[in-house]
């Protein structure tokens, strides 16, 4: 079946919604912007865990608000939280005031969170591309990570020429502003909303209704809970490169008349750039590992490779090039992996809940963040980055081996 230009013209928007989404500027620099405010690791855990407290409360109810009211709507919505937050966080200097732009940012990840893929199910179904839901998925997000990868290249020019950290977060709001105009020129069919009078009671029905559909399919609970703790752990880890690299003394100094903070933060984006360019061609063609094996079979391979890796990087972790090759190993099993869990829930969902589940499974993740996220702080804290990713991999390949010995057992 050919595609009509108009098709084509969509999924290359949809494809551009995730590189302006991933035009963070300050991403690559976050935690070292927040470690100069004298943040310290277990209060960054904890600003993660607010985060994601704020997602996990709002999470569904705003995937019902998608599925009732419209997703375009909310996904408006959402970038403005955005764009709040980044305002907050550019002007703050205190760990009350973070606390706040991530109670905003909190809210812009709940109400943005499941309702854009969502939005490409549901074009998909429109068009008869139903099949099609790994390869389109995995497509627009490498669109993101291209995004993610461009925003960190243009990073280490704006770390050599801004004379503070914090204009990172001004500049991160223009390609948020893009994305805002982007969205209000998709199709109102994609709005897809089943009511246009808000009401309290039609909403608590509307959220009862979807833990109820949840809770009573035990395939779809047991697919959200692979899919929400993998991904919890990822969000966790993937931000520590960035003070392990502040705790491994630089013997390399490439640029000169740049102190060694400074090469770090150009080290830092230099990295995240290579990561985000592998993790694009990764997720591009993520799909023709079907050809190969099934869904189940290569989403639990990523898990137990993630787990190993996580243990080489904890063994290793004062040798910047295996933390480097380690990082890139994470980034590109996730996204491998996650397409794949993309379509195993939408398979399954019920098309007319597709955004409230998915909402739930990004709820589900924040509850392993808010609860693990302040402990892995605490621990390297305490003892090292190398304690807490060699406990992570270990745990996960014990999880792995757990759960093959019970599949074994039954059978």
Request: aromatic content about 16%; some cysteine; charged content about 15%.
């Amino acid at each position: 079946m050919e595609y009509s230009p108009s098709y084509k013209r969509q999924i290359t928007k949809f494809g551009f919604y995730g590189f302006f989404k991933n035009l963070r500027f300050f991403d690559p620099v976050l935690l070292i912007y927040l470690a100069s405010n004298q943040i310290s690791t277990f209060q960054i855990g904890l600003l993660y865990s607010i985060r994601e407290l704020i997602i996990y409360v709002f999470e569904v109810p705003s995937g019902v608000f998608a599925d009732r009211y419209g997703k375009k709507t909310e996904l408006i919505l959402c970038f403005i939280f955005y764009i709040i937050s980044f305002f907050i966080f550019a002007i703050g200097t205190t760990f009350g005031v973070f606390i706040i732009a991530m109670i905003l940012f909190g809210l812009g990840e709940a109400f943005r969170s499941g309702t854009h893929k969502a939005m490409i199910l549901l074009y998909l179904d429109q068009h008869n591309r139903s099949d099609e839901k790994s390869k389109t998925y995995g497509k627009t997000r490498s669109f993101s990570m291209i995004g993610s990868m461009i925003s960190s290249l243009f990073t280490i020019y704006l770390v050599i020429a801004i004379p503070e950290l914090k204009f990172l977060f001004f500049l991160a709001i223009i390609p948020y502003l893009m994305d805002i105009l982007l969205i209000l020129s998709y199709p109102n069919e994609l709005n897809d909303k089943r009511s246009d009078t808000f009401t309290m009671r039609e909403f608590a029905y509307e959220t009862k209704e979807t833990l109820r559909y949840v809770m009573h399919d035990k395939p779809m609970r047991r697919i959200l809970l692979r899919s929400s703790s993998y991904m919890a752990g990822f969000k966790i880890l993937k931000d520590f490169i960035q003070l392990i690299l502040v705790s491994i003394p630089l013997t390399i100094l490439l640029f000169e008349g740049f102190s060694a903070a400074e090469h770090v933060e150009i080290y830092a984006a230099i990295m995240y750039a290579i990561i985000f360019f592998i993790s694009a061609i990764s997720s591009r063609y993520a799909y023709l590992l079907l050809r190969f094996s099934n869904h189940d079979f290569l989403t639990n391979l990523m898990w137990i490779l993630s787990g190993v890796v996580s243990i080489m990087i904890g063994l290793f972790v004062a040798n910047i090039l295996v933390v480097f090759i380690g990082f890139i190993l994470l980034y590109v099993l996730l996204n491998i992996r996650k397409p794949l869990m993309v379509e195993i829930i939408g398979d399954h969902a019920d098309p007319a809940r597709r955004a409230s589940v998915l909402s739930i499974d990004s709820q589900l993740t924040s509850i392993f963040i808010i609860v693990f996220a302040p402990i892995l702080g605490y621990l390297s804290d305490q003892f090292s980055f190398g304690v807490t990713f060699l406990l992570v991999g270990i745990v996960m390949v014990s999880i792995y081996l757990f759960s093959q010995f019970q599949r074994t057992s039954r059978v």
